[in-house]
Structures are given as structure tokens and as C-alpha cells.
Nanobody, 120 residues
Framework: QVQLVESGGDSVQAGGSLRLSCAVT????????MAWFRQAPGKEREGVAA??????TNYADSVQGRFTISRDSNKSVYLRMNSLKPEDTGMYYC???????????????WGQGTQVTVSS
């Protein structure tokens, strides 16, 4: 059984930082793309950052230079978020087995999400 469990969401002031973590179990090896998505109330889910099995990354324009995605040998994936803005508020989801293009429908596995709230 595949499980993705996110953690690290919190409420912070604008300009602050957070580090999200996603622990993955049930997938046989690390040869897959992983990504972070977010969804704000009343908006569609959007791709934030992706990291492929070779370590290559892709970021949404809105977070480029502020967010960093990484992964380790234990199949966990992380999202370091700096210089947070109120518009970064939303539920953040970890996803596995997709493509770096960050099309939500391409990803086979999802976590339950962790809430990030940024106040001005």
C-alpha cells in the first residue's frame, strides 16, 4: 500500500519560512517524479515544484527563487519555502509518480495535505 504523509504546515507571517516534508512508503524505488501542489480556497490545484528521479527540478514561476524542492535516499521529499507571501496560503499536497510538467492528472499517488497560512 502506497502512502504519502505530509507535515510541516503552519501559520506564519509574510516574509517567514517553512519546510514541508513528505514521507513516502510502499513504492519500490526512487525512480519516479515527485511534486508539491497547492490549492487555495476557491481555486484549482496548481503545481508548485517537481523533482525527477535524476534530481532535475521544475518550479512554478510564482515560487521560483523562493522555494526549493529536494529529496533524500529514504524517498522523502521536502519543500523549503522562504520569503513567504499571503498568496502562498493554501493546502499543500505531495504527489508521486507523475511528470515534471506538474499536471495533477498525471500523478498516481497523493497525500492528504498540510495547511500553510501566511498572514500579512
Amino acid at each position: 500500500q502506497v502512502q504519502l504523509v505530509e507535515s510541516g504546515g503552519d501559520s506564519v507571517q509574510a516574509g517567514g519560512s517553512l519546510r514541508l516534508s513528505c514521507a513516502v512508503t510502499g513504492l519500490s524505488d526512487g525512480a519516479y517524479c515527485m511534486a508539491w501542489f497547492r490549492q487555495a480556497p476557491g481555486k484549482e490545484r496548481e503545481g508548485v515544484a517537481a523533482i525527477d528521479s535524476d534530481g532535475s527540478t521544475n518550479y512554478a514561476d510564482s515560487v521560483q527563487g523562493r522555494f526549493t524542492i529536494s529529496r533524500d535516499s529514504n524517498k522523502s521529499v521536502y519543500l523549503r519555502m522562504n520569503s513567504l507571501k499571503p498568496e502562498d496560503t493554501g493546502m499543500y499536497y505531495c504527489a508521486a509518480e507523475g511528470t515534471p510538467k506538474m499536471v495533477a492528472a498525471d500523478f498516481g499517488y497523493w497525500g492528504q495535505g498540510t495547511q500553510v497560512t501566511v498572514s500579512s
